[in-house]
């Protein structure tokens, strides 16, 4: 029976495991011998060195197919358990009062002490145009200055309104009359019965950079709107040709048209500002477009000066020094024309003013301030430029006395030294920049014009009004007729005066506005009888 097939008994099954668990099945069952025996160990045991190496690498991608079907779902509940303890902690924190809600409840805080003091201000009118006069209706914002009815905003916001309107934060309208403008800071005053009315509280100081400013008013005709923002620098100028003094605080706070005469307060609800301007970012303009990150705001030490004046006196007296000056950027332009402007930009490092000319017996000569010199400090005050140097100047009153700090060159030095000097300001007067205007004036036959007061009134028995009164003319001129001793002038160019400095101010502007020396001055005038006419004059 050997070599023949024959079904295995157990004790073969047990003889071939014993011998090295040899599972290959030979051709023919047979008895066992060595030779089929250690032939079948050899296949296994390399059999078993194939498992041995596969065998991680199958663990391996096992694992890794279980994550995939799996691991999804158990990370997104790991997260998902995280991200709601955190929320249930984050509620926890917010419910027991953070500093979120104090910053909330302070600003409702600013708004709730300010509000009431903002008006909406509405104004319509007729204006000149290529087609004739027609109607427009402009709106701004403003606020309470006094107990008295008095109303602070933009003179660009009435400018040439014959008709004015405020609206309360409760929505009452009041009537408002024009009392005065300074059209040289853009700043006016209008009045309204005082009934009822709650003053805006005003900072004693200007604001520093960095600090958290709120701007109220009514842009785009969203009337009593409040925005924040910080004060993002102080002492600007921006080449605003309405506005020839110019010493702004820049600011982030949103302002668009409709902001304009409307309050920036500080975080206690005190006016330390009046929005005015913005940058639009459309060729680097400033004008009143709209916002793009940088609002002007006049500080509240120019407004209160030039407020009071008007209030009191109907015009603003400002001060005067008697130089003229440029910023550091100009100098290295101009160098060549002087040595000592040389001197100044080869050697001055740093923000200033440079003096490029003294008038003859002016508050700054008289005071020591020579040509060169490039002013630091005025009245305590750092100076960046020659816009703000003069701002500052027209804000002081004749005969107060300033401390000033200046960079004076030194050639021999090769250097400079600083100076403080005391000077004693002195009265600008509204004609001194507009001695051109002054004398095709007297050539036409009007000698001398001053502001209208209730005193010279009374002089030429003639009714008060605000605006130019004509006090002196040349016998036999063309004017003479037309234009007698008491007539007053209220009108330039279909656009209201309150004082002689108005009356400059309106010539200088259509002059530079028409680009030409000769021109025709149109006068709204009120007669001494009382008739009301229009009058034509040739300048050249």
């Known amino acids: 029976m050997w070599g023949k097939p024959f079904k295995p008994e157990p004790w073969h099954l047990q003889n071939w495991f014993a011998r ?65 303890s955190q929320m249930n902690s984050a509620q926890e924190r917010l419910h027991t009062g953070s500093l979120l809600d104090q910053m909330s409840q302070a600003s409702r805080d600013v708004a709730i002490f300010v509000e009431p003091s903002v008006v909406h201000v509405s104004s319509s009118g007729d204006s000149n145009s290529r087609s004739g006069r027609r109607n427009f209706i402009n709106s701004g914002s403003g606020w309470v200055y006094d107990d008295d009815g008095h109303i602070v905003t933009n003179a660009h916001v009435v400018e040439g309104a014959t008709r004015l309107e405020v609206q309360m934060v409760d929505g009452e309208r009041r009537e408002a009359k024009l009392l005065g403008t300074d059209l040289r800071t853009d700043i006016a005053v209008l009045q309204v019965d005082a009934q009822g009315l709650v003053p805006a509280r005003r900072a004693t100081q200007d604001p520093q950079q960095g600090d958290m400013v709120f701007a109220f008013g009514s842009p785009f005709d969203f009337r009593f709107s409040m925005s924040n923002g910080i004060v993002s620098g102080l002492g600007r100028a921006a080449g605003i040709s309405e506005i020839e003094y110019e010493n702004f605080i820049q600011t982030d706070a949103a302002i668009n048209p409709g902001n304009s005469g409307g309050p920036l307060t500080n975080t206690k609800g005190h006016v330390v500002g009046m929005t005015t301007a913005i940058a639009t970012g459309q060729g680097n303009g400033i ?71 003294v008038s003859p017996l002016s508050p700054a000569e008289i005071a020591g301030l020579r040509v060169g010199d490039i002013v630091t400090q005025f009245a305590g005050q750092r100076i960046q430029n020659a816009s703000q140097l003069r701002s500052m100047i027209a804000s002081r009153q004749p005969n107060e006395r300033i401390s000033i700090d200046l960079w004076r060159p030194d050639a021999l030095k090769k250097g400079g030294d600083m100076i403080s000097l005391q000077v004693v300001m002195g009265q600008l007067k509204p004609e001194t920049n507009s001695d051109g205007i002054v004398e095709a004036l007297r050539n036409v036959g009007i000698k001398k014009l001053i502001t209208a007061t209730d005193a010279a009134a009374q002089q030429f028995g003639v009714a ?56 025709i001055l149109v006068l709204g005038v009120r007669q001494p009888n009382g008739s009301v006419e229009r009058v034509l004059i040739p300048l050249q």
């Open 464 to 519: 008060f009004e605000r605006g130019v009164m004509v006090e002196e003319v040349v016998l036999g001129s063309s004017v003479s007729d037309i234009m007698p001793p008491g007539t007053m002038i209220v009108e330039v160019f279909g656009q209201k005066i309150n004082n002689l400095d108005d009356f400059y101010t309106r010539i200088t502007r259509q002059i530079q506005a028409s680009r030409r020396l000769e021109f």
């Open 287 to 357: 004008s009143q477009g709209q916002f793009a990150g940088i609002g002007l705001a006049i500080p509240i030490s120019m407004i209160d000066n030039v407020v009071d004046q008007l209030i009191d006196h109907g015009e603003v007296v400002k001060g005067y020094l008697g130089v003229s000056m440029r910023d550091m950027e100009e100098i290295s332009r101009m160098r060549m024309r002087d040595p000592l402007l040389q001197t100044t930009s080869n050697m001055f490092q740093g923000d200033g003013a440079a003096i490029v000319f």
């Open 20 to 84: 090295g668990n040899c599972l290959e099945r030979p051709i023919a069952w047979s008895k066992p011998s060595r030779k089929n025996c250690a032939s079948c160990c050899v296949l296994e045991a390399t059999r078993m060195r194939r498992i041995e190496f596969l065998g991680p690498s199958l663990v391996v991608f096992a694992a890794a197919g279980v994550l995939l079907l799996v691991g999804p779902t158990a990370v997104r509940q790991v997260s998902k358990g995280i991200v709601a």
